[in-house]
């Protein structure tokens, strides 16, 4: 049984089959992916050209397991998840078109149509296995799962299959490698691997001197209250800061791959500290309707001494607490969330208002909405991506937003980026939101510009 199961996913994988529980999990199938793929190549302006087309491949090691150990209802659970974190994590990093794909099995793929680097591409990567390693909650219990990822570029006038073909090798091998996650397939070679580029653990010790060389960078992404009017009479509400990693050889790195780079090597609490510090020095001389969102991870909840520490940091920068707001995930609830009950009750009482981050993108556990002291239910991109095309996803919004509102919460809406979106969730009653359509997070001098402009103007 196991061999079968292990010689379909097998077969799937090399693309052979489609993968039939796609659609269970919310994903395409790989004959979907491999169709898409095709296009890219065939569209691609010099199809000579190496660099622009990536791709990876992520096995679950021992998956079979969870279905035993859990049931089957509890492992296509868990792979449900699974498939809504990459989602999740592949549209907040990625800018141009990509698609993941359910591979069979305990497998997925990732691939991508847009110059990357290695580098970039490897910390893609790390920071995927980064997320579906966190601990997943099934009916039958919490799962834990162990990711291997083989990773790949194309090479110049390389087709699909033989990329699928040289990914699934290299997969195969890396499942057997212990302690090391990924595996770039080595190119040309028929199905080695390669070693990493620069590793993981040389970041993790780059990241240890990055705070104090001042390469760790905040910009801000502006927030707008809905108006009755067209787009451009949305006044500005405030900013949600954003981190970024100018490394000096690496170049740009986005956020969730710093936080995961911070989380392994235990330095989370340093450099929360270091950017709510930062952005509230930088946010001191805003204009005073200007609110400004501070993003608080899982580990900065853990610690008693949080609310303390960021009180302080608070009061030392002058900026009022009462025009600030932590943007606390589901994630950062599932350590304690009675002590993070607390922990908001205390931020509240001083003022600052809490915001449920991502709500939508995971599981939700709607005892959370009943027992925390909350501001704003903040949506996440998943919920309105189709809100202009499919009716059940307005459906969905508009019971999320009744349901804010009898709960006295104020919905802002994340990643608007069509007027059509936008003038949906205006009508269903969200109150804030923030997208490309108005604006790209920008660098702290450009905000104070576009603060001092709202200010002045309408
Ligand atoms: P998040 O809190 O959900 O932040 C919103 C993310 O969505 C940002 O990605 C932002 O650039 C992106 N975004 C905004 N509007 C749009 C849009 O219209 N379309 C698309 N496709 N994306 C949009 P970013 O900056 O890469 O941050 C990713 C995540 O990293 C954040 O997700 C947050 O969880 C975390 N993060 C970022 N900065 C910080 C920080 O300073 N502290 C902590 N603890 N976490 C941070
Ligand atoms: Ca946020
Ligand atoms: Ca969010």
Redesign the pocket.
Known sequence: MQNANQEFSDEVSRGLRPGLTGRLIGLPGMETARARIAEWIAEAASPAHTGDLHMMLLGLRRFDTVNLAYGAVSGDGALAEVAARLQHCA???L?DPSIVAHAGGGKFMLAASEPCSRERWQLIAEQLADVVSRPIVVPAGVVRLSPRIALLRRQPREAVDAMLDRLSRALDRAQELRGQRLAWAEEGGKGGVAPPGRSAAQLEADLLGAIDRDEIG??F?PQFALSGGGVEDDRLMGA?????WDHPEVGRI???AL?SIAERTDHLAPL?RH?AGR?LTLAQGWPDHVRLS????PT?LAFGSYVQQLLDLVRESGFPPRRLTL?V?EQALLHDVEQAAEMMAEFSAAGIRIAL??FGAGFCNFRYLKILPLHYLKL??SMVDGIATDRRDLAVLRAIVAMAGALDLQVIV????SEAQRALIAAEGCTFY????RA??MSAERFLAVAQTSASGA
């Open positions: 549209a907040s990093e800018e905040i910009l992404q949600e800061a954003l981190a970024r986005g956020a969730r936080f929360s950017i952005a501070l993003n608080v991870t900065d943007e995930t981050d991502d996440d991109r994340e990643g608007v980026e923030q997208g490309f359509l790209q997070p």
